[in-house]
C-alpha cells in the first residue's frame, strides 16, 4: 500500500498541471487570507479612528455645554422679555384707546340716556402685513321708550360725528327692547357696537 501511494506522489510531481493547480489553490488560499486580514485591519484601525474621534467629540461637548446651556437660557429669557414688551404695549395701546374715547363718550351721552355698560375688547389681526388689534367698543344703557328709537338715532349720529382720530368709528345699533323689569314700559334698554379703527403695533 505504502509503495502504491508513493508512486501516486512522484507521478503527481511529475505531472505539471496538477502541480500548477496545487500552486494556483495554495496561492488563492494565501490571497484570500491576505485579503481577510487586511480587512480585518482596515475595520479595526476604523473603528479606532471612529472611537478616537468620539472621545474628541465628547471631550469638545463637555467643554462648550455650560456655554450652551447658558445660552440657551438667555435666549429664553429674551423670549419672555420680547414676550412680556408686546403685551405691555398691547395694554398701553388698550389703555390709551379706552381713555380717550371714554373722554368723547362722556360729551356724546344726551340727557335722555342712562348708560349701564361700555365694554372695550380686542382681537388680534394683521393689517398691510403688520401685527395689530382690532377694538370693539359696545354701549349698553337705557331711556324712555317714547321717542326711544329717534333718541336713539341721534345718540349715534353724534357718535359718527366725533374726529376719526378720536371717533368711534364704524357705529351700529345692536338691539332695542322694552325693559320688562319697568312697569308700563316706561324705559327701553338699548346696546350701541362700534367697530374702532385697527391699531398696528408700535
Same mark, same amino acid.
Given at each position: ?86 403685551? @405691555? ?99 327701553? @334698554? ?13
Amino acid at each position: 500500500m505504502n509503495a502504491h501511494i508513493n508512486l501516486l506522489d512522484i507521478g503527481e510531481r511529475r505531472n505539471p498541471g496538477i502541480m500548477l493547480m496545487q500552486k494556483a489553490l495554495g496561492t488563492g488560499a494565501l490571497a484570500v487570507i491576505a485579503a481577510v486580514v487586511l480587512y480585518g485591519l482596515f475595520a479595526y484601525f476604523l473603528m479606532a479612528e471612529a472611537r478616537g474621534r468620539l472621545q474628541r467629540a465628547e471631550v469638545q461637548w463637555k467643554e462648550i455645554k455650560p456655554s450652551y446651556e447658558l445660552a440657551e437660557k438667555q435666549v429664553t429669557a429674551c423670549r419672555e422679555l420680547e414676550r412680556m414688551r408686546v403685551e @405691555l404695549a398691547a395694554f398701553s395701546n388698550a389703555q390709551i384707546v379706552a381713555s380717550g374715547r371714554l373722554l368723547q363718550l362722556a360729551y356724546c351721552v344726551p340727557e335722555r340716556v342712562q348708560l349701564t355698560e361700555v365694554g372695550l375688547s380686542h382681537s388680534l389681526k394683521v393689517d398691510d402685513g403688520k401685527p395689530a388689534r382690532a377694538y370693539e367698543l359696545k354701549i349698553a344703557g337705557r331711556t324712555a321708550t317714547a321717542g326711544s328709537a329717534a333718541c336713539l338715532e341721534s345718540f349715534m349720529q353724534t357718535l359718527r360725528a366725533v374726529p376719526r382720530e378720536e371717533g368711534f368709528g364704524d357705529v351700529k345699533p345692536l338691539g332695542l327692547h322694552v325693559d320688562p323689569r319697568v312697569e308700563n314700559a316706561r324705559e327701553s @334698554l338699548f346696546e350701541i357696537q362700534c367697530l374702532l379703527d385697527t391699531r398696528r403695533y408700535q
